[in-house]
């Protein structure tokens, strides 16, 4: 059973995971559709700004719960030597990449012109943070590393576009707009998905080492149920691209009602999905 300090543990990853994610992925949307996201620039700086505050928080306090796992109490959560310890090690490069990179994702949603790039250089910064530490980098290979910060950039950019998509399928005036965007994004996503699935199995094959550990071990059962998380992503936005999107791009606004519902349930999965990431970093160690 998990005790107090894993509980916080899986918290503040997922609570990580939601921030990195979500605020990389809005600055991605913003520049990759610059045209139909323009009119909304202040809100989504706003929630970018807000989940990049969120991940930031989560790093810090997933930090000192690292200094509490050190010591096995809560005087590890300010115990200078033990938290020193860590700085000078993986966690606590991971942490400065980390800052630094959400630094520059809240300066760049505030900065004219050439804000939106540093605020994108910013949030890859944040994704290959990822790289440092956790169960892929303790894996070994470079190329393993390489392919998480490709599969974490892939849903970055599918969490993003949920919210301004949502947004304006909620505005009657903007169906047009709301149809292109979700169109526009539905031809990238045919490239993007794929690459987020196939790299996904790569690293899953490579932590697992056998097929049959999905259903002989925990950390295979954890890994089903993330699965079964990204099945119901995949079936919701295969109702927008096929049948809402079509359908608003033909002038019907119950469609976009239909398309909010369904983004909906796209943010509770990629929360389940999270929730269940955490889970699987912090229980179980892959048997691989």
Known sequence: ???????????????????????????????????????MHGPIARQASALALLALAAAGFGFLLRGAAMTGDASGLTDPEMLGLLWQNPPGTRLLLLGSGL???????????????IAAAGGLLALWSFAWIGHVPDAGPVWLEALL????AAAAFWVGILSPLRRLAGDPGELAAAAG??????????????????????MAWHLLGDVAALTTTGYGLTLLAKIAGVAVLLGAAAHNKLRFVPAMRRGDPAAAVRLRRSIA????????????????????????
């Open 1 to 39: 059973m998990p005790d107090l300090w894993d509980l916080l543990s899986i918290l503040a990853k997922f609570l990580l995971h939601l921030g990195v994610l979500g605020s990389a992925g809005l600055v991605l949307v913003r520049l990759v559709f610059g045209p139909e996201t323009g009119r």
């Open 103 to 117: 630094l520059l994702v809240l300066a760049g949603m505030r900065i004219p012109r050439i804000g939106l790039w």
């Open 149 to 152: 910060v490709l599969h974490l």
């Open 265 to 288: 349930v796209e943010w509770l999965a990629v929360c389940a999905i999270l929730l269940v990431t955490a889970t699987l970093t912090t229980l179980q160690q892959p048997p691989g």
């Open 181 to 202: 965007l979700g169109h526009r994004f539905g031809r990238i996503a045919a490239v993007t998905v794929p690459v987020l699935i196939a790299a996904g199995i790569v």
